[in-house]
């Protein structure tokens, strides 16, 4: 079991930029891939990026060459950099994990079992 609690979140202009944060706690974090996740009002929750324990990672069309994943196991803590952020990129942001390896760096919501209780992002125009 692991614990999963974001920060970071809040309100930019349109070409702004913010950095997510996601606490890990409870269990080895080394051994999990992780994720970010995002939900939009009256939208699907959609996969942002992904990263391994090797640091492989994985981004979504819409966001790529814009955000960065990253994580720093001392800490146990993963992070979202978002740059040059759009008003198409408002919602719920999630942190995921999960231990299965045979999902790869997956983007897909199934692939994750632990999921934080979100921060919110707001892109104006």
């Known amino acids: 079991q692991v614990q999963l609690v974001e920060s970071g979140g809040g309100s930019v202009q349109s070409g702004g930029s913010l950095r997510l944060s996601c606490a890990a706690s409870?269990?080895?974090?080394?051994?999990?891939?992780m994720g970010w996740f995002r939900q939009a009002p009256g939208k699907e929750r959609e996969g942002v990026a992904a990263i391994d324990s090797d640091g492989s990672t994985n981004y979504a069309d819409s966001v790529k060459g814009r955000f960065a994943i990253s994580q720093d196991n001392a800490k146990n803590t993963l992070y979202l950099q978002m740059n040059n952020l759009k008003p198409d990129d408002t919602a719920m942001y999630y942190c995921?994990?999960?231990?299965?390896?045979?999902?790869?760096?997956?983007?897909?919501?199934?692939?994750?079992?632990?999921w934080g209780q979100g921060a919110q992002v707001t892109v104006s125009s």
């Open positions: 409870g269990s080895t974090y080394s051994s999990y891939r």
């Open positions: 995921a994990a999960d231990y299965r390896t045979f999902f790869g760096l997956s983007l897909a919501r199934y692939a994750y079992n632990f």
